[in-house]
């Protein structure tokens, strides 16, 4: 399986503040994407698919970047509940199923 | 609508025992994916199964892990002789297609110890 690579952080960030990070994927056949939320010994939570025109839900927006392979996530006004980790999943495409996940960004919104 | 549900949460094996962890994909899923996150690491992939069928076990070792998902119940994962270093979160998740674009749906994860 392919390398889904993402900054592990930490990422300290005022409340209100917005926060942007990336995660890279090596295998440009990749078809779908997606960012999962997970919180300290939780399992991981859909936060949102990436489309190619790129999306926006709220306070979060996605954005894909074929070209240079990485997608991002774009966090405005974060919350204190923002605080988790933040995963990268990529399905890789090419026959193989299911999802390729980063070691995650570790995110911390502080008062 | 019930979610991914996997038991125990909780599972504690002496080193050599076996453990058999088990997982129930939402209602309407036929696709089973099974990951295993070490402590600070990131999820990995170990097999995905649709019902009687094992389609991907690239990520499983080759020794002591087997996975199964029958025509009827849940899908169980089994690890024999069970080491230190098989101590791990183990998340199961399901979707209802293999569709490119379908998200999967993870349950609370069995975290297993082993002693």
């Known amino acids: 399986r392919k390398e889904v690579e993402q900054d592990p952080g930490p990422f300290n960030v005022p409340e209100g503040a917005t926060v942007a990070f990336n995660c890279t994927y090596s295998n440009s056949a990749s078809q779908s994407f997606f960012w999962y939320r997970q919180d300290c010994r939780k399992e991981p939570k859909l936060l949102m698919s990436?489309?190619?025109s790129g999306n926006e839900d709220g306070r979060f927006t996605a954005q894909l970047n074929r070209a240079s392979q990485y997608i991002s996530l774009l966090i405005r006004d974060s919350k204190l509940s923002d605080s988790a980790t933040y995963l990268c999943a990529v399905n890789p495409g090419g026959g193989a199923d299911g999802l390729t996940f980063g070691k995650g960004t570790h995110l911390i919104i502080q008062p | 609508n019930a979610g991914v549900m996997q038991n125990p949460r909780h599972l504690v094996r002496r080193r050599g025992q076996e453990a058999r962890l088990r997982c129930s994909p939402m209602?309407?899923?036929?696709?089973v994916y099974w990951y295993r996150q070490l402590p600070e690491e990131g999820l990995k992939f170990m097999v995905y199964?649709?019902?009687?069928?094992?389609?991907?076990e690239s990520g499983m070792p080759k020794e002591r892990f087997s996975a199964e998902f029958p025509k009827e119940g849940p899908s169980i994962l089994r690890i024999q002789q069970v080491v230190r270093g098989d101590s791990a979160a183990y998340f199961c998740a399901s979707s209802p297609s293999a569709a490119l674009n379908s998200p999967l749906h993870f349950g609370n994860g069995t975290r297993l110890t082993v002693t």
């Open positions: 209602k309407g899923h036929s696709h």
């Open positions: 199964l649709q019902k009687e069928n094992i389609i991907d």
């Open positions: 990436v489309y190619s």
